[in-house]
């Protein structure tokens, strides 16, 4: 007799396209939870890894050194709440994912608490590539930080690849952007922390939808009264959907605009907060000139710092030692400054 009930055939022809995707048991089931549910566990040990990792990412970035923030990537214990949120999402289980989510926030906090710390002990820091690579977030992040999910959801669900973990780790990059954040903010550079904050918000969704899509498939639901959708597992799954979708606009944007501008590394890095209101301040004496451009040379860093200005009058040797000395004295050290002055047609061109 033809079966005319749709939830009978749905599963035939998802269990047809999946057919060859691992499926567990009822006790891989409960070995799978605990595992999960031991590393969403917050506790003391959650809260010294959270403080070591972002501390590590944050004079990581400070220093621009790769191996460093890549080391408080492999530490950071944030992952691990935000699969047991995809867990408990698929299994309906809204007391886990409460918990999840709440120790999630609390690793946040613990992180944007110690980077802005880090950051105000460290003010007027030279923003390095490693900073400026998490202020420029794009759609490939949005695909990155799904997969990467999915990743993890699946190398917890198959203890035979659960060294592969560490790679998930890094792939996802959760504490550098967190890092950023704290920095940024307590720097005087929010456009940059409002960017590093867009990046974090795209990874924590993204991970969570790519963790519950792969435990749906290992069918980790739990006994048959769980296993109907209900009400706040939908609300939650079209928030996080929503969520992802909004995010897609301006991460597109950012893609198109770096494909069209060409390389992602900037040509100069921007100097010291300290420097730049100090060039501000001392230019503010010469109505006639005015910035173009002031930065450290990324490709070349010994060429020091460059200044460019346009000018309606002609400057003076003086004019230019003189910036000189405010930019040393502003920044320290002995750094090489080159000042570049352009003047207009009318003063660069003898006889007119």
Not at 14 to 37: N, Q, S, T, Y
Not at 131 to 140: N, Q, S
Not at 216 to 239: D, E, M, Y
Request: some cysteine; glycine content about 10%.
């Amino acid at each position: 007799m033809k079966d005319d009930n749709p939830k009978s055939i749905e599963p035939r022809w998802l269990d047809r396209l999946f057919a060859g995707f691992p499926k567990l048991e009822r006790d891989g089931r409960i070995d799978l939870f605990g595992r999960i549910e031991t590393g969403a566990q917050g506790g003391v040990d959650y809260v010294v890894m959270m403080m070591l990792s972002s501390s590590l990412a944050s004079l990581g970035l400070i220093e621009g050194a790769t191996a460093v923030v890549i080391g408080a990537m492999l530490v950071a214990p944030l992952m691990g709440p935000l699969i047991g949120a995809g867990l408990a999402l698929v299994q309906g289980n809204i007391r886990f994912f409460r918990k999840s989510i709440g120790v999630t926030f609390i690793g946040i906090g613990i992180a944007l608490a110690v980077s802005a710390c880090i950051g105000l002990i460290n003010p007027g820091f030279e923003p390095s590539l490693e900073i400026e690579a998490r202020g420029t977030p794009d759609l490939f992040d949005l695909a990155i930080a799904f997969v990467s999910g999915m990743a993890a959801a699946y190398a917890s669900g198959r203890p035979n690849v659960a060294g592969t973990l560490a790679g998930v780790a890094i792939a996802a990059a959760l504490v550098p952007p967190l890092a950023v954040v704290g920095i940024a903010f307590t720097n005087g550079m929010p456009w940059l922390a409002g960017n590093a904050a867009v990046l974090l918000v795209t990874n924590l969704v993204a991970i969570i939808l790519g963790a519950a899509i792969i435990f749906w498939f290992f069918i980790v639901q739990g006994t048959p009264r769980q296993n109907a959708t209900t009400s706040w597992t939908r609300k939650v799954t079209l928030l996080l959907i929503l969520v992802a979708i909004l995010l897609v606009a301006p991460l597109l944007v950012q893609m198109i605009e770096k494909r069209r501008t060409g390389q992602a590394r900037p040509l100069t890095y921007p100097v010291a907060p300290a420097v730049r209101e100090a060039v501000k301040e001392y230019i503010a004496d010469w109505p006639a000139v005015d910035i173009v451009l002031m930065g450290r040379n990324s490709v070349e860093p010994e060429a020091g710092i460059s200044i460019i200005l346009t000018s309606n009058d002609k400057t003076t040797l003086q004019f230019e030692e003189k910036l000189r000395e405010v930019v040393k004295e502003a920044r320290g050290g002995d750094p090489t400054i080159q000042v570049f002055v352009v003047y207009s047609a009318k003063e660069s061109l003898p006889g007119r």
